[in-house]
């Protein structure tokens, strides 16, 4: 997509320099200072809609920046009295490029303007340039034509985009559902019986002619500790249950994979990906795989005793790895959730892996590109 847009500028760009080169003589009391200026704004417009791909989010400054250019060329074109001397048809390009990426991802309001002001300015130019009697005006034809379908393309993408962020709402709702359920059954059962045989035990300590039990004391913490662990168990499942996307964390990669670790598995990041600032869509999918997968170890391999998040930079990606020994012999059953975090992982550009490893071991491995340092997930799905 990329190498099709610039070789459509390139072409533009010859076309319109044929065109300059057919010009005839300028008049105009202001020749000298625009024609140093002027023959130079096709090239800059073609590089500005170029850069929006770099700069996704000066989409509006882009966009506003060639719709100014145009219409200085089209006034400078009236004041020089040379119509041809300044072709359009850079101009047009790089507007409708800009108005299709505009349309998608702007708010409504200033998406309009910018598509108002730059199919204007695709309009009037050759009107203005070539005369409104002369064959090189019909050009507003197809230059209106093809604005209307850049904004239809913005338009329908936009479109896309909120389904898919619709779906991915909905995925994410029904994971919190599922997990909150399997947290619930698995960690909360265990929990009761802890709290149950504490407080056996510690009427049966009161009994003299009860066979000699631990120290009271030891009961006491194992009761709190597993009534404490209750109460984390319901906070969490709230925090599941709940559509307030706050609770993924945010920050630095190794803070991220070490709140999700928590006390469950020991983390290992690399250092030069240890301070590696996340955006919340990537911190919040790595989040919720790590953590995914560390309740499939709970659940599927309950006597793994080397349970390992790592986290490396190697060809450009980010990898995230949740490896885990203890994983019985046999065919593997259902409810590893494996379709929830490869859809997580898909949605960032990455992919994701699991499967079974030599010596009983369980590997989960999450790829994520990885872009230059100044902006490292440049290249995360942006479309137009």
Known sequence: MFVAEVVVLLVAMAAD???????????????PVLETVLPSVGGAVAVLAVLRRRFPRRIESLAGAVVGFSLLSTAGSAVTERASAH???????????????????????????????AGAAVVLAPVVRHGPDGPAALFAVAAALTWGAALALGLILRDADARHRRELERTR??????????????????????????????????????????????????????????????????????????????GALGDVLRTAAGDRASAHVADDVEGLPLPPSVAGALHRVVLEALTNVRRHAPRAADVRVAARAEDG????????????????????GLTGMAERVAALGGALEAGPRPGGRWLVTARVPLGPADDPFDRLPRGI
């Open 317 to 336: 990606d980010l990898v995230v790895e949740v490896a885990n020994d203890g994983v019985p012999a046999g065919p593997r059953g259902g409810g590893y």
């Open 17 to 31: 320099a044929v065109q300059a080169l057919r010009g005839d003589a300028p008049r105009g009391p202001l020749t």
């Open 173 to 250: 709702a029904d994971d919190r559902l599922r997990l909150a359920r399997e947290l619930h059954d698995l960690v909360a059962h265990h929990v009761t019986g802890i709290v149950v045989r504490t407080r056996a035990a510690r009427a049966l300590a009161g009994d003299p002619p009860a066979p000699a039990q631990d120290p009271l004391e030891v009961y006491g913490e194992i009761e709190e500790a597993a009534a404490e662990a209750l109460t984390a168990t319901r906070r969490l499942v709230g925090v599941l249950r709940s559509d307030d996307p706050s609770p993924a964390p945010g």
């Open 87 to 117: 072709p359009v048809v850079t101009e047009v390009v790089a507007a409708v490029l800009l108005v299709a990426a505009g349309c998608r991802r702007l708010p409504p309001v200033r998406a309009a303007v910018l598509a108002v002001a």
